[in-house]
């Protein structure tokens, strides 16, 4: 069992268990507002797509044409901060051992997104149907992790944090995106594939994106799905997927929408 408490206006311990990795690290799992350790966060979110933006940064488009080097700019600047940012809560897991940020997931209910005008998703996603539901959520978006330490193990980490600080908001349901690279197209889309036949929602909970991804359903069948301990951890507790992925041109990634309601949550 983890428990939270308050240890200031602007941070939140949630009390982790200590996992048997070869080095033994302690991890700390913290909802916060804190300056210094979302500063590190921040870091973390830019190395997660830093592989992608190297790539644009190699094509001679992007250097000898300023069009294309202000858009690298532009996405450099939302991945640090966006408008979400100032608003949200924040969910961290630092290893102590050396005051790491090792995972990170953007928060916001459904309260904070009345004051600022919608969720992250609601630009991704056409929501109108599922907001007929009369219901208190809890939107997770930005989900990073350093690959070094993804695992199930620290995939349930972030998933347990989210779930006990979820429940002490009086939350109903979990709802967001998470965010799949296209950087190995066939795999991705094999792994969607199996998602859509293994853990696609009712269609009571059935969403749109705003930009469907293109048309590879010929090589699914050709490829293995790849592995991503992240994914296959939160839909074994439950998610569902809503359908469709959003195709992010800007970050050559499939955005998923997700849902999972509090009556399959044990504590």
């Known amino acids: 069992m983890q428990t939270i408490h308050s240890v200031s206006n602007d941070k939140q311990i949630i009390n982790a268990e200590n996992f048997h990795y070869p080095h033994k690290p302690h991890f700390e799992v913290l909802i916060t507002q804190d300056s210094l350790i979302l500063n590190k966060a921040k870091k973390l979110r830019l190395k997660f797509h830093a592989n992608y933006l190297d790539n644009l940064m190699d094509k001679t488009s992007f ?8 858009q690298l700019i532009k996405q450099q600047q939302i991945i640090i901060h966006d408008g979400y940012d100032s608003f949200a809560e924040h969910l961290v897991v630092i290893d102590k051992n050396n005051d790491h940020v090792v995972a990170y997931v953007r928060l916001i209910d459904t309260y904070t997104a009345y004051k600022i005008g919608g969720y992250y998703c609601e630009t991704r996603f056409n929501l109108n149907h599922l907001f007929n539901n009369q219901t208190f959520y809890m939107e997770i978006s930005r989900l990073v992790i350093d690959q070094a330490y993804n695992n199930k193990e ?13 429940k002490n908001k009086g939350i109903d349901a979990i709802i967001g995106s998470l965010s799949l690279t296209l950087e190995h197209e066939q795999e991705t889309y094999a792994l969607l594939n199996l998602l859509k036949t293994r853990h696609i929602s009712s269609h009571d909970y059935r969403v749109s994106p705003y930009q469907i991804l293109p048309d590879k ?12 301990p992240f994914i296959d951890y939160f839909f074994q507790q439950g998610v569902k997927l809503c359908g469709d992925a959003y195709w992010n041109r800007d970050f050559n990634c499939a955005e998923l929408f997700i849902h999972y309601p509090f009556k399959y949550a044990v504590y």
Not at 63 to 70: D, G, R, V, Y
Not at 155 to 166: C, D, E, P
């Open 63 to 70: 250097k000898n044409n300023t069009a294309h080097s202000k």
């Open 154 to 166: 620290l995939a349930s980490l972030v998933w347990n944090g989210l779930i006990q600080h979820s």
């Open 217 to 228: 359903s010929r090589v699914i069948d050709a490829a293995r799905h790849s592995t991503n």
